[in-house]
């Protein structure tokens, strides 16, 4: 019971792997990113948020004010009168700046709320929750913080015995289809935008410098994330530039995409397939296409996924259960396609669509999509008409998709396809379709494409 809960041994290591490496790259000079709570301790339980310790790393606290720059500011421990456990934070009296302080007596002590209120200032959509700042959602718990070297302590957990098979699959369901990991993740790549090149070196040098497989492929999954990302800001053409700086844009692309493959077994590489369509290279994006197309089988993982009979006799097999979870993923997950804010890979079709949000697309319906364009481009009306078939059939079955939001936007690409091809009507049905589909109706950008064939 206590395993269908919280997941056996192997995964909560596996966790808080993730955990670490993606904290690791999200280091930057003034501030620590730390996954913490429940989650980031390797349990992903049900109905959980997602807790985040931010350390800022420019202001010290100390018990003792140190020899070092005496002339400097710093945080001092004040424990006289406070609760066990618990510790005022002094400022030292020579510094001039008591910004989010409060004044007792003729001493400055550092103030939570204002510190608090301060971060809500610049962040509308937040409230305060506790000790932390939460999203308006509920989603996110987030909680800036200060570092004072404390001792370690060690932590057990005791495991009741089960067929080792049954908790390789329960781990894998478990895992691929955790809220948790998703919304993680997507606080990464928020990061990432921020620090870009020092992620990336980080990242390099550590998937270079790792010996242990396990945190290899971890590093290297997190990379293939970074260059998509990173891909995607990369400007391809330019009515300022000329022909050598257009190349060298090309090959700088084409080589983030090539680092972009490790993630999955097909999102990434329609990410390449895009790149091909948007340099108006249809043919050999369609190539791409078709071979991501034959990878999309009923037997993959998806996310959010609930496991099937083939599922649990293909996980029973020694070759794939010797594989890390991350390790796997690359050969049997099919991910959901996703375009930044603003994306230089996305299809001008869909340029709408990434004006002020991301976009996230179930892999199987954008192969169709592109596939769709590519012919389009290419005169070819017949598998024109032929893949615009295969687009809607997939929607319709929710082939490797389970998720609502990503259900909702494949109606949206369906009335672009539809649109595209004359079929007015019909397109504004698809829409109608998205738009009721979609949870969040504020960033859903098939009202507007209603609007525009008003």
């Known amino acids: 019971m206590c395993q269908s809960i919280v997941g056996t041994e ?46 800022v790393r420019h202001i010290k606290v100390y018990d003792v004010k140190p020899r070092l720059n005496p002339n400097s500011a710093y945080l001092l421990m004040d424990t006289d009168n406070v609760k066990p456990g618990f510790t005022q934070l002094r400022l030292d009296s020579k510094c ?80 691929t289809s955790s809220t948790l990991l998703q919304l993680a993740n997507n606080s990464f790549r928020g990061v990432f935008k921020i620090l870009h090149s020092s992620s990336f070196i980080r990242g390099i040098q550590k998937t270079d410098s790792c010996e242990k497989s396990s945190i290899k492929y971890v590093y290297t999954y997190y990379m293939s994330m970074m260059s998509a990302v990173r891909a995607q800001s990369i400007p391809l053409n330019s009515a300022y530039s000329n022909n050598k700086y257009q190349y060298r844009q090309y090959k700088s692309c084409l080589c983030t995409l090539l680092k972009n493959i490790h993630h999955d077994a097909v999102s990434e590489w329609l990410m390449l397939a895009s790149f091909f369509y948007k340099t108006k290279q249809y043919t050999r994006a369609v190539r791409i296409i078709m071979d991501c197309i034959s990878k999309c089988t009923f037997e993959k993982l998806y996310p959010y996924i609930k496991m099937s009979d083939i599922h649990h006799r293909l996980f029973k097999l020694k070759s794939l259960q010797k594989k890390s979870i991350v390790h796997l993923w690359k050969y049997v997950l099919v991910d959901d396609i996703r375009f930044e804010v603003n994306s230089l890979l996305i299809p001008d079709e869909l340029l709408i669509e990434v004006d002020y949000y991301p976009l996230r697309i179930p892999s199987s319906v954008y192969a169709c999509f592109l596939c769709f364009l590519c012919h389009y481009h290419l005169n070819d009306a017949r598998q024109c008409r032929d893949t615009l078939q295969g687009l809607q059939l997939v929607i319709e079955c929710n082939y490797l998709n389970a998720d609502l939001d990503a259900k909702a936007a494949a109606y949206n690409l369906l009335g672009v396809a539809l649109q595209t091809v004359g079929e007015t009507e019909t397109a504004r049905q698809a829409y109608l379709q998205s738009a009721e589909l979609h949870i969040d109706p504020t960033d859903n950008p098939a009202r507007k494409r209603v609007f525009l064939l008003e």
Request: hydrophobic residues 30%; proline residues 1%.
């Open 10 to 55: 192997d995964n909560v290591k596996q966790i808080r792997l993730m955990n670490a490496v993606r904290d690791d790259l999200s280091i930057h000079k003034n501030e620590i990113s730390i996954t913490s709570g429940s989650y980031g301790e390797g349990l992903d339980m049900r109905g959980s948020d997602l807790d985040i310790m931010y350390v």
């Open 96 to 175: 001039t700046s008591y910004y989010n302080c409060v004044q007792l007596a003729d001493k400055y002590y550092l103030s939570s709320s204002l510190w608090k209120k301060d971060i809500l200032t610049k962040n509308l959509d937040y409230t305060i929750h506790g000790p932390c700042v939460s999203d308006k959602d509920g989603l996110y718990d987030y909680a800036e913080c200060l570092h004072y070297q404390v001792s370690s302590f060690s932590a057990s957990m005791q495991y009741f015995n089960m067929e080792r098979n049954l908790l390789y699959i329960n781990d894998v369901e478990k895992t």
